[in-house]
């Protein structure tokens, strides 16, 4: 993060504006809506400016800015066309730690505008770190046509109620699975609207036991980009208490969890240690019972050599209830980032997908079906076992020239295609650097990436 998102509360705090023109004046028209005590400080001030003053009984100095403007100062605020002025009252301020915004120029300031969605008491901000201007603008259209006018009734409503829940439900986690049953209920509706009596009825649920009930949600979190989750999968994400998480699972889709859930890596790289599944099962009841909203999430889908039915049964048998979400398995998410198709009516007409992982050194596979040349391959966790998989497959009938991908670390930032065939792929991964996790496509469609590629 290059900056800290943090809102400042102004009401009768003292801050400096220095400047007069046009861009002053909307920095004017921000600091005193916030409730701020304004002085203004420059040569000349534009009539808007001017009335603004004067209508909120701000003070004014039809002068250059002094040392002395900044005494008892909270923020200051330089928008003025002049650059040796910007730079001497930014310096200046720096001198006496007191946050400073010089109007574009991110160099000088130490804190920046944001462009602000006002749906008070919600207040959004976004913001591109100065970069650019335009592009913030763009965020803000887009989240005021997703934030509904109203939604200030709402937050009012639930300010006025949070004492009489806290002192009723004194448990944090109690009072949060309240108020995220009520944002679901009609009652969100009657708090929007402004109808709070109605709303009212809707807050309090009629059974407080079944606070104490937990769930699990087994999430698959695609193949690495967090763009890729589907919108059910976010939800559930930003709902667990407790996040069961797995090595396949990137960092930045991690990070779209929430962020006070407490995460636990039970996860396996190789044969180094790692949690063994039968205590990820134990876990996954254990914490259900405590009455948490358990998150299990796994890389890809937790249906395709996921293990998500293993852990099923066991939550089943437990009477423990679960919701599952789908996730963009790896085979259709790597193959389209690396611009190869798993199907094609000229090259392909059938895929299959198979781990690849290798059971005490050896690949142990129905190789005589891998055979057929118009069907694709996908081998998951392969890499270890990849002269295996291309011996057998020469072995068991595949032309030598068949086509192969390797794909590591797919659909991140991070993603490396590694393209041969049977014959020659294994000394050219040798002379590359590939990390797992990696992917292993089968067949004549792979020859398509020369020209899908993105």
């Known amino acids: 993060m290059d900056?800290?998102?943090l809102f400042f509360k102004l009401q009768t705090q003292h801050c400096l504006l220095v400047g007069g023109g046009q861009v002053a004046y909307r920095k004017a028209e921000l600091l005193l809506a916030a409730g701020a005590s304004l002085t203004v400080?420059?040569?000349?001030?534009?009539?808007?400016?001017?009335?603004?003053?004067?209508?909120?009984?701000?003070?004014?100095?039809?002068?250059?800015?002094?040392?002395?403007?900044?005494?008892?100062?909270?923020?200051?605020?330089?928008?003025?066309?002049?650059?040796?002025?910007?730079?001497?009252?930014?310096?200046?301020?720096g001198e006496r730690c007191l946050p400073v915004n010089v109007v574009d120029n991110a160099a000088l300031s130490t804190v920046i505008f944001p462009a602000i969605?006002?749906?008070?008491?919600?207040?959004?901000?976004?913001?591109?770190?100065?970069?650019?201007?335009?592009?913030?603008?763009?965020i803000r259209e887009m989240l005021e046509a997703l934030i509904p006018a109203n939604y200030g009734n709402l937050a009012t409503f639930l300010g006025d109620k949070r004492l009489q829940l806290k002192q009723r439900f004194p448990i944090a986690n109690e009072r949060r699975k309240i108020v995220e049953a009520f944002l679901t209920s009609p009652g969100k509706?009657?708090?929007?609207?402004?109808?709070?009596?109605?709303?009212?009825?809707?807050?309090?649920?009629?059974?407080?036991?079944q606070l104490s009930a937990g769930e699990v949600y087994l999430v698959g979190a695609g193949p690495g980009d967090p763009d890729l989750l589907?919108?059910?999968?976010?939800?559930?994400?930003?709902?667990?208490?407790?996040?069961?998480?797995?090595?396949?699972?990137?960092?930045?889709?991690?990070?779209?969890?929430?962020?006070?859930?407490?995460k636990e890596y039970v996860g396996k790289i190789g044969r180094a240690e790692f949690t063994c599944q039968e205590t990820i099962n134990d876990k996954l009841v254990r914490l259900a019972k405590a009455g948490h909203r358990v998150l299990r999430l796994k890389g890809g889908d937790p249906f395709i050599f996921g293990r998500g039915g293993e852990e099923l049964e066991s939550l089943v048998a437990e009477s423990i209830p679960f919701q599952v979400v789908p996730g963009i398995t790896?085979?259709?998410?790597?193959?389209?980032?690396?611009?190869?198709?798993?199907?094609?009516?000229d090259y392909s007409q059938s895929v299959r997908f198979v781990t690849g992982h290798p059971k005490q050194g050896q690949v142990d596979l129905a190789w005589r079906e891998f055979a057929h040349k118009n069907q694709t391959?996908?081998?998951?966790?392969?890499?270890?076992?990849?002269?295996?998989?291309?011996r057998q497959l020469i072995a068991h009938g595949r032309a030598p020239s068949t086509p192969i991908a390797l794909v590591s670390k797919g659909t991140t930032p991070d993603q490396k295609t590694v393209v041969g065939d049977l014959e020659t792929i294994v000394s050219i991964v040798e002379k590359e650097h590939i990390a797992r996790p990696t992917l292993i496509i089968v067949g004549e469609v792979v020859a398509l990436r020369a020209t899908l590629s993105p």
Do not use: W
């Open 189 to 209: 509706s009657f708090a929007e609207a402004g109808d709070y009596q109605a709303a009212d009825e809707y807050l309090i649920p009629e059974s407080v036991a």
């Open 3 to 5: 900056y800290l998102p």
């Open 117 to 138: 969605i006002d749906r008070s008491p919600v207040i959004i901000a976004a913001s591109t770190g100065g970069k650019s201007p335009v592009l913030t603008r763009k």
């Open 230 to 262: 589907t919108l059910r999968a976010l939800q559930l994400m930003q709902q667990a208490d407790v996040v069961l998480y797995d090595n396949l699972v990137s960092d930045a889709v991690l990070s779209r969890v929430r962020r006070d859930s407490v």
């Open 41 to 93: 400080v420059a040569p000349d001030i534009c009539e808007p400016l001017l009335a603004l003053i004067a209508k909120h009984r701000s003070t004014k100095y039809l002068r250059r800015f002094q040392l002395q403007d900044l005494n008892k100062t909270s923020l200051v605020v330089c928008a003025t066309d002049d650059e040796a002025v910007n730079a001497n009252v930014a310096s200046l301020a």
């Open 330 to 345: 790896s085979a259709s998410g790597c193959s389209a980032y690396a611009g190869i198709p798993l199907t094609h009516r």
């Open 377 to 390: 391959i996908v081998f998951y966790m392969g890499l270890g076992g990849l002269k295996e998989i291309c």
